[in-house]
């Protein structure tokens, strides 16, 4: 390595879960079985930067090679060591919040032996080609970044990759790619999507506008900003120009025109509104079989406030399904054959997370010590599924989702607003009317904003909370609510909302919130789910059927051929997929369901879709016959084993 790469002494202090090592905090104890203890730091750290590596196409990417040194000379330890691969979008010398997405070098895994290279995807940072967001040639990028740094010098032949948001779909698609003989063993994906278009840039085929805008707008300041970095940094390193300033602008430029166009189109009613070939190739969900036909180990992370909050279980039970020779789509079958190749961790945090202090490198390490160094002492025993519910600080253990410790249990939207276990005898209607805007969701102005806001406060000392009391959003909506819960009782697992109504207009618009309301009033935001009311046509492949054939889990079909007007004055069924969720409900609390037509300013309909709705009412059907209702997945806590006993990781 010595003789190839200058040797950069480390001069950055050693970072944990995103957080400067002086800062302390309490950790959130280890879940994982038995109690492991991580290996003392060996190493120091060297870099080089802007490595060259030639695509297949001939494009050539630039990496930065962060390797373990000998600490008395700086030089590069003999190892062998596996290597671990991030790539980034964001830039790899990505300036802090965006580094907690973009990704980093973690010197706490190099000083224990790890080779980290961090790759800008071609298009973007110091690399070169064209940017298209996790197409076909970028996952091939992958499966040649895998190959070539197996072959690095003082490589052990084992690749691991890690990362989050993007880097962690970009590792799903690159494990689907390698094929089986790959070096390419385990991968750390947390915060990864299932389906794009139906986890974040939809919520029932109505856009997340502002938030993919703003997310655009982001990225392409990150890639103009990003060359200027590199350009910028000290050292004798490789300065790649990109043709200039003239360059970088043209790439700025190049960047908005992709955002534009995609929004535009979207915002428009065309085809990106829509599921369809556009989305196809960032649907991880349609890869993930081939990941099991790799042999390669994945270690999931979730969070019940994440952007991609949905996809989080529906990856482990597909991946779980996959080992075990059964349909991905489908629900996992208690006691169905589990491999310790996937682990699912899951906790209330948001998309940008210190995730309460859980010691996330160090899980990281565990890992990939593994399933790249053979360590029989770091494997995982137990439950394969460990979350902490939103109001629980205890670690629940489970192995199958849906949870079969959970009793799907249906709750009737009846008369004078209440929640109950009996429809009404007979049938009512409630009235809501078409809003365009309304009160402002604390939480989910906090999840479509990645969870931006509380770590920015946290990282500067105070805790701003989003997601405390909702009661706000509810005036001028539709509330349900039970009577107080006489045990504490988890929800755990999908929740959906099926309506029985009749409107006046050829399009209708559906939000649903789930809270729950404390003794004092205070309703704190769980979850929540939207439909439009076009695309109402559930795919029978995919959705999840309970025996007697009503709706567990709905996924609706959202292509323009299927998408199909509602017919003023028809009673017409809708059936929400309202994102799964895990929530301890003490005594004494309720449930809540409100139920309108806006998540506001998240929400925005098609120009299409906004002139079909304007001035429509719903009149939504109570008891009788096709009584409205919402089915939750209900609990005893101590049905998943709960087990708050500290890992020293």
């Known amino acids: 390595m010595a003789n190839r790469w200058q040797t950069v002494r480390g001069n950055r202090g050693n970072k944990v879960a995103g957080r400067s090592a002086t800062r302390v905090r ?70 802090p919040p965006a580094a ?8 706490y895994l190099i000083r224990r032996g790890y080779i980290e290279v961090m790759v800008d995807v071609r298009g973007t940072g110091a ?40 880097l962690a779909i970009n590792q799903i698609l690159t494990a689907a790619a390698v094929g089986p003989d790959s070096p390419l063993k385990a991968i750390f994906p947390v915060m990864a999507a299932n389906d794009f278009y139906r986890d974040v840039v939809t919520m029932g085929g109505v856009p997340h506008m502002r938030t993919v805008r703003a997310y655009g707008a982001v990225y392409s300041l990150l890639n103009v900003v990003n060359p200027v970095l590199e350009f910028a940094k000290r050292g004798a390193h490789e300065r790649p120009r990109a043709g200039g300033l003239a360059a970088v602008r043209q790439r700025g430029r190049d960047q908005r025109q992709y955002f534009r166009s995609m929004i535009a189109d979207a915002a428009g009613g065309g085809d990106t509104a829509f599921d369809g070939p556009f989305w196809d190739t960032m649907r991880a969900s349609d890869v993930l079989p081939a990941i099991a036909q790799n042999n390669v180990a994945v270690f999931l992370v979730g969070g019940w406030h994440d952007a991609f909050q949905r996809g989080a279980p529906l990856n482990y039970a597909a991946l779980q399904n996959a080992y075990a020779g059964r349909p991905p789509n489908a629900p996992m079958e208690p006691g169905q054959p589990l491999s310790d190749r996937v682990q699912l961790i899951m906790g209330p945090w948001y998309h940008v997370s210190d995730l309460d202090g859980l010691h996330l490198h160090a ?23 460990r979350f902490q519910a939103i109001g629980s600080r205890t670690w629940f253990k489970a192995e199958d989702y849906p949870f079969p410790e959970s009793t799907p249990t249906r709750l009737y939207l009846s008369e004078g607003g209440h929640l109950t276990a009996e429809p009404d005898a007979g049938q009512t209607e409630a009235t809501l009317r078409y809003a365009v805007r309304g009160p402002v969701s604390g939480r989910s102005l906090e999840q479509w904003t990645l969870g931006m806001g509380s770590f920015v406060a946290a990282q500067a000392g105070r805790q701003i909370r989003y997601d405390l009391d909702n009661r706000r959003l509810q005036r001028e909506a539709l509330t349900y609510t039970t009577a107080e819960f006489a045990e504490a009782r988890l929800i755990a697992g999908p929740v959906t909302l099926t309506v029985h109504a ?93 139920l309108t037509t806006y998540d506001f300013p998240h929400l925005v309909p098609t120009r299409p879709a906004r002139q079909a709705l304007a001035g429509g009412t719903y009149r939504l059907r109570q008891g009788g016959d096709t009584p409205s209702s919402l089915l939750i997945s209900l609990a005893d806590p101590s049905a998943f084993s709960p087990d708050g006993s500290p890992g020293n990781e």
Do not use: C
């Open 26 to 95: 309490k950790r959130n104890p280890s879940p994982l079985e038995p109690v492991w203890t991580p290996a003392p730091a060996q190493f120091g750290v060297g870099v080089h930067h802007n490595v060259a590596v030639r695509m297949t196409d001939g494009t050539v990417l630039r990496a930065d090679i962060h390797y373990p040194t000998v600490p008395e000379t700086g030089a590069p330890a003999p190892g062998p060591f596996p290597v671990l691969i991030s790539i980034t979008p964001y830039g790899k010398k990505a300036p």
């Open 502 to 594: 009749t409107a006046d207009t050829t399009e209708t618009l559906w939000v649903a919130y789930l809270d729950d309301v404390a003794p004092n009033g205070a309703s704190r935001p769980l979850t929540q789910g939207a439909l439009l009311g076009s695309h109402r046509a559930l795919d029978s492949k995919t959705t999840w059927y309970l025996p007697d054939g009503e709706v567990l889990r709905a996924q609706h079909i959202s292509t323009r051929a299927a998408a199909e007007p509602v017919v003023p004055g028809e009673p017409t069924r809708y059936d929400l997929d309202v994102f799964p969720t895990a929530a301890l409900i003490e005594p004494g609390h309720r449930l809540r369901l409100t």
């Open 127 to 166: 690399s070169g080609g064209s940017f298209e967001m996790l197409g076909a040639v970028q996952v091939q990028d992958g499966v040649d970044l895998v190959n070539w740094a197996a072959r690095l010098p003082n490589s052990n032949g084992r690749v691991g990759m890690f990362g989050i948001s993007y």
């Open 363 to 385: 899980l990281q390490l565990r890992w990939f010590d593994r399933w790249l160094k053979d360590d029989a002492d770091a494997g995982v025993t137990g439950s394969p599924i």
């Open 100 to 107: 907690q997405i973009g990704g980093g070098a973690t010197p």
